[in-house]
């Protein structure tokens, strides 16, 4: 029912940028946690980035300083800028939310980011 799309992604070179958006289809967007998460290829899912429905922030280490979570709760979406990309960043990018009430998660299909010279 509820429904998470990605979108953003694509080739961009060592140094480059990118913003990555998710789409939320569910009326109490407001209070889900949200996060992104990554999947490199040959590796396991990692978090990247979360925010709370209170606006807390959280990043990985291999991020700090580099990426930004965000959040409209008017347009019902989440982002993540992520600036100073080297090839390590390379992955399926999937976007998550968390209804606490109900302890489920939410996942989307996930869209690729591939850093490349």
């Known amino acids: 029912q509820v429904q998470l799309v990605e979108s953003g992604g694509g080739l961009v070179q060592p140094g480059g940028s990118l913003r990555l958006s998710c789409a939320v289809s569910?009326?109490?967007?407001?209070?889900?946690?949200m996060g992104w998460y990554r999947q490199p290829p040959g590796k396991e899912r990692e978090l990247v980035a979360a925010i709370t429905s209170g606006g807390s922030t959280n990043y990985a280490d291999s991020v700090k300083g580099r990426f930004t979570i965000s959040r409209d709760n008017a347009k019902k979406a989440v982002y993540l800028q992520m600036n100073s990309l080297n090839t390590e960043d390379t992955a399926v990018y999937y976007c998550?939310?968390?209804?606490?009430?109900?302890?489920?998660?939410?996942w989307g299909q996930g869209t690729q980011v591939t850093v490349s010279s």
């Open positions: 998550n939310a968390r209804y606490r009430l109900l302890s489920r998660h939410y």
């Open positions: 569910s009326s109490i967007f407001s209070i889900y946690d």
